[in-house]
């Protein structure tokens, strides 16, 4: 099979790209390969890129530095139009992220060991039980007492 040129790589790319008409700024949605985040990758000059940063450096015809990031103004990570993507630092991308609450928190992080029917248990136990301690919530929940404490003073599980 013949190598594809880069105009042919370029073509083929913009091929799995489709116009979402659903989304409010109609995004430029990859439709093939995606990695287990949702971001899109593709095969393109011996590598397995993210569309995303691809795209970027299309548009832009320069490469983006290996510390950088691709932030997406439209939140959908298989978005790959130009006008959507701009370059920041990580900081400036977890700062997006956090600013439009899209950060896992609650039963959605992975680490998480309680359920919010747990965690309003909790909070309920102690306020209406008398000589209810937070090391005995800890014990029955198979948490740290600091945890529970968090959870009490309102530290964790601030969005229940």
């Avoid at 691709?70 to 130009?82: A, E, F, L, N, V």
């Avoid at 896992?104 to 008398?130: D, F, H, M, S």
Wanted: charged share 25%; aromatic share 8%.
């Amino acid at each position: 099979m013949k190598a594809r040129t880069r105009t042919e790589q370029i073509a083929h790319f913009h091929a799995g790209c489709v116009v979402n008409e659903n989304t409010p700024d109609k995004c430029l949605e990859w439709q093939w390969g995606t990695d287990r985040y949702g971001y899109g990758k593709f095969w393109y000059q011996g590598n397995t890129v993210q569309t995303h940063r691809l795209s970027y450096e299309l548009f832009h015809g320069r490469q983006i530095a290996e510390d950088m990031c691709i932030c997406h103004s439209c939140d959908t990570p298989k978005c790959c139009k130009p006008e959507h993507l701009r370059e920041g630092t990580n900081q400036e991308n977890t700062d997006d992220m956090t600013s439009r609450n899209r950060q896992a928190n609650g039963e959605t992080n992975g680490r998480a060991k309680l359920t919010a029917n747990q965690v309003l248990e909790i909070r309920e136990k102690y306020e209406t039980l008398e000589n209810c301690t937070q090391s005995a919530l800890a014990n029955e929940f198979g948490v740290t007492r600091q945890t529970i404490s968090h959870i009490i003073h309102n530290k964790t599980w601030t969005h229940i």
